[in-house]
C-alpha cells in the first residue's frame, strides 16, 4: 500500500515528481495538459491559460485568454503544434510560458500576446487536491490534481500596468481523454480567502452524475457530497448572467452562494465537438463578497436513461448527427 504523503496531505500518492510529464499510455487521445485560471473581478481582470500535448499524436496545443476592464483583450486556440521541450509545468509555446518554482504548489505565468503581457504568481492555499476524473462512465483524465490559490502580479496592454490581486486555479492532468464520453458539466470556483473557497466539478457521463470537488470553511478541509446550482443563461445560450449553488461537503456543512457576472465569456473547446465556456463571477456568501468563475456546457445530447425511456435504439437515425458543422 502506497504511505499517504506528508508533503502533499489532499494528495495521497502524490510526489514532486508529478510536476513533471508523465509516460504516456497506448491511447491515441492520451493527453497531458496543465492550466491556471485567473481572476481579479473586481477590477475587471481575468485570464485563462492552458498547454496541452498528445504525445501519441505528436502535437501540442494552446488556449489562451486574457480580460481587461471586464473585456477580452486578447484569445487564441492553437491546435497542431510541435510538443515543446521540458515539462507543461516548465515550457513555453506560442507565448504562453508556465513555471512552477515550488512544484505543485505555485506556478509563475507570463504570457505575451497581441501586444498583452502578464506576468503572474499563483500561491496554493492547502497544496494539490488529487481527483481522479474519470467518472459517471466519462473519460476525462485518471491523473489529476489541482487547487485554487491567491494570484499577483501585474497584466500589461499598450503601455498601461493593471495590478493584479486576486484569486485562481491551478490544474494538471494526464490519461485518456474523450470529450465525446462527457455529457455535460459545471465548474464552480468561488473564493473568499485561503480558509474559505469552494471548488467543485458536478459532472454528468453517461452513467449518471458525479460530483468531483471540495470545499475548504474555517480552515478545514472536505469533498463535495452535493452540488444544487442555477444558471442565468443569456440568448446566445453560452454567457451567463449569474449563478445561486447550494453546495454541501462529506462533513455536512453547506455554503448558499449567489454570483453575478463579472466581465465577458469565452469558449474552450475539449474535443471530438464537445466544448463549454467559462466567465469571472462576483459571488455573495453570507453577507461577504467571494471571487471565481463558473465553467458549464450544455447537455450534449438525450441521456442514455431518457433515451431507454423513450423506447429508442441508440443507433436511432433520431439520435444521430452527421457530424458536418453549419
Known amino acids: ?134 467518472v459517471a462512465g466519462a473519460t476525462i483524465g485518471a491523473g489529476h490534481y489541482d487547487s485554487l490559490g491567491r494570484v499577483s502580479g501585474s497584466i500589461e496592454a499598450h503601455g498601461v500596468s493593471h495590478p493584479f490581486d486576486g484569486v485562481g486555479f491551478l490544474d494538471h492532468s494526464w490519461g485518456a481523454r474523450d470529450g465525446g464520453s462527457i455529457l455535460a458539466h459545471r465548474w464552480i470556483m468561488a473564493v473568499l480567502d485561503a480558509e474559505n473557497h469552494i471548488n467543485t466539478f458536478p459532472t454528468w457521463g453517461p452513467k449518471g452524475r458525479m460530483m468531483l470537488g471540495y470545499m475548504v470553511l474555517d480552515g478545514t478541509f472536505s469533498y463535495v457530497e452535493d452540488v444544487r446550482s442555477e444558471l442565468l443563461v443569456a440568448d446566445d445560450h453560452l454567457s451567463l448572467n449569474g449563478i445561486r449553488a447550494v453546495v454541501t461537503d462529506k462533513l455536512g456543512r453547506t455554503r448558499e452562494i449567489y454570483g453575478r457576472a463579472a466581465g465577458e465569456y469565452s469558449v474552450q473547446p475539449y474535443g471530438q465537438g464537445y466544448f463549454c465556456a467559462h466567465k469571472p463571477m462576483i459571488y455573495e456568501c453570507q453577507g461577504r463578497v467571494w471571487r471565481g468563475m463558473v465553467e458549464w456546457s450544455a447537455m450534449r445530447f438525450i441521456p442514455p436513461w431518457h433515451r431507454d425511456k423513450l423506447g429508442l435504439a441508440k443507433d436511432n437515425e433520431w439520435l444521430q448527427w452527421n457530424g458536418q458543422q453549419p
Request: proline share 10%; aromatic share 6%.
Open 1 to 134: 500500500m502506497t504511505e499517504p504523503s506528508k508533503e502533499f496531505p489532499f494528495a495521497p500518492t502524490l510526489t514532486r515528481g508529478d510536476n513533471d510529464n508523465h509516460a504516456p499510455g497506448p491511447q491515441a487521445n492520451w493527453q497531458e495538459s496543465t492550466l491556471v485560471a485567473l481572476v481579479d473581478p473586481l477590477r475587471g481582470l481575468a485570464g485563462f491559460h492552458r498547454i496541452g500535448i498528445h504525445p501519441n499524436r505528436n502535437e501540442a496545443s494552446i488556449y489562451s485568454w486574457t480580460q481587461i476592464d471586464g473585456k477580452i483583450v486578447s484569445r487564441a486556440k492553437r491546435t497542431g503544434l510541435p510538443i515543446p521541450s521540458g515539462p507543461l509545468t516548465g515550457t513555453s509555446l506560442e507565448g504562453v510560458a508556465l513555471q512552477t518554482p515550488d512544484p505543485l504548489r505555485t506556478c509563475r505565468i507570463r504570457v505575451d500576446r497581441d501586444g498583452v503581457r502578464t506576468d503572474l504568481l499563483f500561491e496554493s492555499f492547502t497544496g494539490p487536491v488529487q481527483m481522479n476524473m474519470d
